[in-house]
């Protein structure tokens, strides 16, 4: 069992991850990109102009590989992805480390697998990744390298172009190198204006793109709706899910198992994280580190903004589990503290043949749970799969109200039958929004709305969203409507 007892935690980890990321498309909006790859969707109601799609690149990717395969080819593409955006990360610690320490790295990365959906942020991981690998390079490779240098620094811009028009947090790329940039900024081996005119150029990437200006400010406004900073904002930032904080999800009872681990990880990251940040700060340790990805101030950096992140939004943890990863397995100062912890918890020094259990154990759970998966894999409990099939052959003469989250499946499968909303919510006006929850829990306004813009149609989740429950109702027991379509996760009512 002593050879045993130090392993390659990349190639482990990054093959658990893979595994992990196999299971049905459970995020709706993938179904938005998908349509937005064969014609950009609108829907009937409103939409803020100028529209930015600065999804281009990955619903045309992601598009070609559906095209090819459909939804299991694109599930086994999206695993690969994820096992990908790992390795980049964890890149500079290919070597053994303790079993330990990867052990609980399975454990973790198998409790949050459902994290590992089709969205554009699994680009936007595969390109910090490169960043966090090429950067310290350039900043503090050895100078005899200038040729590679500037290779690399060719590719690094070339990458930031691509994701300008992958996802809207293109704009942590500039941020991460100018991180790095602070961080060997006392032992730079490339002439500091060269530097910064390097960051000014990384920085600039949008404005090569016809969009200009307005991709240049799309992250700003993105940020907004998150945190909402405005007034229009606030909405957004409270009322969808996703953008909440872990402590507001446990408080209102969502989520409660993955938000109590979130808010532990990321206060115990964040802690010891702040702790190092000032240690080398004062000391100046941080930096002058010749390893290829600086312990005591990039990554505590890295970590430190990242774990903050997740304390304002649960969407935010796939930021921040790479690097959590990267610092647990690198045997820097949090993997020092977690494995005291783990010691603590566990009050005995555990012989290795118990972790190889634990991981058989977490795998034999995982390989129970496809058999759960239907082959299609399509999650049909959160999109209207059989439902859209019914309406594409019972099509009605007026509008359709619909679910935010059915609207991208119901705008792939049935283009003919423009949607009244969809998950994209950026797309839309605060008061947009704010009236499209109202009806929640007002029925008659949505009976006066319906009249006015000509709504015949409606579509409704009966399971796991619990948000039209008493629009359903009302709707159920009004005179000039009816049920037309029903299974056992989403029903279809037309007006008389």
Known sequence: MKALSRINALAVVCIAVTLFAVFPLTDTDIWWHLACAREWVTTWTPVRVPVVNVHDFFQRVVGAVYGVGGAPLLVAFKALLWGLAFALFLWPVRKKVSLKKTTLAIILLFFFRYQFE??????????????????????????????????????????????????????????????????????????????????????????????????????????????????????????????????????????????????????????????????????????????????????ALVLFVTAILVLVAERNFVLFLPVFLYALLAGNFLAHNVELAFSIAIRRIVPASVYIIVVAFVIGIWCRSLTAYDSSMVSYQRVPVAASSWMKSHPHEGRLFNDDRAGGYLAFMNPQDSTFIDGRFILKTADFFEQYLHFAEAPEDFFQYAEQTGIDRAIFPLQYYARWQKLLQGISRHPAWRPVYKDDFFIVLDKI
């Not at 811009?157 to 060997?184: E, H, N, P, R």
């Not at 909402?228 to 899910?241: D, Y």
């Not at 979130?262 to 190092?276: E, I, P």
């Open 118 to 299: 089709i969205r554009p942020v699994v680009f936007t991981l595969i390109f910090l990744g490169v960043f966090w690998n090429v950067l310290p390079f350039i900043f503090n490779g050895e100078q005899k390298d200038l040729k590679r240098k500037v290779v690399a620094a060719i590719f690094i811009l070339t990458i930031q172009w691509f994701w300008c028009k992958f996802q809207g947090l293109y704009i942590l790329g500039g941020a991460f190198a100018v991180a790095a940039l602070a961080s060997f900024w006392k032992d730079l081996k490339i002439p500091r204006h060269v530097a910064v005119m390097f960051i000014v150029a990384l920085i600039g990437m949008p404005f090569l793109h016809s969009e200009g200006i307005r991709l240049f400010l799309y992250p700003f406004g993105l940020l907004d709706r998150l945190l909402g900073l405005t007034e229009s904002a606030a909405v957004f930032a409270s009322q969808i899910a996703e953008n909440r904080s872990p402590v507001t999800l446990m408080m209102v009872g969502e989520n409660r198992a993955a938000s109590a681990a979130m808010l532990l990880l990321a206060t115990f990251a964040g802690t010891f994280s702040a702790v190092s940040l000032v240690h080398g700060i004062r000391t100046g340790s941080g930096n002058c580190c010749k390893s290829p990805m600086p312990q005591n101030f990039l990554t």
